[in-house]
């Protein structure tokens, strides 16, 4: 009967509450140090910690910003494949922490459904977008005719397997903590996985859409930094006590000078500005295009009030220039914000970092803690204001359909055309 009692109490603070409240206060479970080389420990032993600290993240700084230079001109597949391994190394540090807690108890399947969770999301997103973008190739082979036919029945059978091998490891008296752990993968889930999936439709758009904002919040991250350690005296927020409103303030005008000049140079060279497409004669990438008036320099008027100041009456510049002001903005105002929710994520947990994969840093989440919410932005902003009808895509859409559906499409197009007056214009002409 205690048994009974005690399993069919749900409201208020009960026992099982009290029960799951210990199982998540436990040590920590990732460790807080960070690795770093032994050659920059001798070199740095005579400097406090504070300086050293700044030189062993100011030194890694460096090679990351010199690998991300080198995957970019490696190409767009090189970028896609170090999107993939970065979502994988981001998810298994958030599910590290809650299996940690999880092992304790020997409760069974929780790593491997995690990962079956993961793999059965990125077939769902990254076969979406294989038909989207490769739609040509897909329909040229059968065995991908197939899967593309039939892609979201395979993902959703493949979903629910994972979700009744979840129901049947079930434990009696620990069902409470278990859901926290079914709902803790979803929720990575839907961080991780997503936000690389709307990573990877941007960088479609051209490497510009991929590059530019990824440099904004690396940008802002370092600037702030640097205005914070040499200027920092106010506290922004508790989550965050070493964060500082001089930092912030210094972080957002030297982000949005940056991206500014960043677009500038960009803006002339087309293997950033056009959209990435697949060949089907090659088999491959290509960046090749007409330059859209988005990257065609253009003449604007300087507000009144400015032309004192600056002493010129026009300016020349892109238009994207003046979407990367509000590139960079968020990147300033709303990407940071990204880093105090997993500031806090980590003190509920008691812990400093994610995991100690980079000396000086941590994790590698705690990297790209800000760049999600960035992708994010990025893909709704392009949806809102820049993307139109992709003719190439419609057209692509239209050969796939039977003779006789063609055949109708074009006559109420002919016909279409014919009443605005258009196709007899062209016919004259």
């Known amino acids: 009967l205690q048994e009974s009692e005690s399993e ?21 479970p990732v460790p807080t140090s960070d690795d770093t080389p032994e050659v920059l420990n001798r070199a740095l032993s005579n400097l406090s910690s504070r300086w050293k600290n700044w030189w062993v993240r100011g030194i890694l700084t460096l090679a990351m910003i010199t690998f991300f230079f080198i995957i970019i001109y490696l190409g767009p597949m090189v970028l896609m494949t170090i999107v993939m391994c970065v979502q994988i ?11 940690n807690v999880y092992h304790s108890y020997d409760l069974p399947w929780f790593r491997t459904l995690s990962w079956y969770f993961l793999l059965c999301v990125n077939y769902f997103f990254y076969g979406e977008t294989v038909t989207d973008y490769f739609f040509t190739l897909v329909q040229r082979e059968e065995p991908l005719r197939i899967l593309s036919k039939y892609h979201r029945f395979i993902s959703f059978a493949l979903y629910l397997t994972g979700f009744c091998m979840f129901v049947l490891s079930l434990v ?32 479609f758009e051209g490497m510009i859409w991929f590059i530019v904002p990824i440099s904004c ?77 988005l990257f065609q320099l253009q003449e604007y008027n300087i507000p009144l009030v400015l032309q004192s100041v600056v002493g010129w009456k026009t300016v020349r510049m892109y238009p994207f220039q003046i979407h990367s002001i509000a590139l960079s903005t ?67 859409q239209f050969l796939t359909l039977r003779p006789d559906q063609q055949l109708h499409i074009f006559n109420t197009l002919k016909a279409h055309l014919v009443d605005r007056g258009i196709l007899g214009s062209l016919e004259d002409a």
């Open 330 to 396: 968020f990147a300033s105002l709303i990407g940071p914000f990204g880093g105090f929710f997993a500031s806090g994520f980590k003190r509920a947990f008691k812990i400093k970092d994610f995991a100690n994969t980079i000396p000086g840093h941590g994790g590698i989440m705690d990297r790209f803690d800000c760049q999600y919410l960035m992708a994010t932005f990025v893909n709704v902003y392009i949806a809102s204001f820049i993307r139109g009808p992709n003719p190439s895509k419609l057209i692509q």
């Open 172 to 203: 009696k008296k620990h069902y409470r903590l278990q859901f926290y752990m079914f709902g803790w993968t979803h929720v990575t889930l839907l961080i991780v996985v997503t936000q690389s999936h709307l990573i990877i439709h941007n960088l």
């Open 217 to 293: 919040v690396i940008c802002n991250d370092i600037m702030a930094y640097m205005f914070g350690f040499f200027f920092g005296r106010t506290p922004l927020i508790k989550l965050s006590p070493k964060k500082t409103w001089e930092g912030f303030i210094g972080g957002f005008f030297s982000t949005v000078l940056f991206g500014l000049l960043l677009s500038y140079v960009m803006s002339g060279y087309r293997c950033f500005t056009c959209p990435v497409e697949f060949n089907n004669d090659t088999n491959s990438f290509t960046v090749d295009c007409e330059p859209s008036e």
């Open 8 to 28: 069919n109490r749900l409201d208020g603070e009960t026992a099982s509450d009290s029960e799951s409240k210990s199982e998540f206060s436990g040590s920590s």
């Open 89 to 99: 190394k981001c998810f298994h540090e958030i599910i590290t922490i809650g299996y």
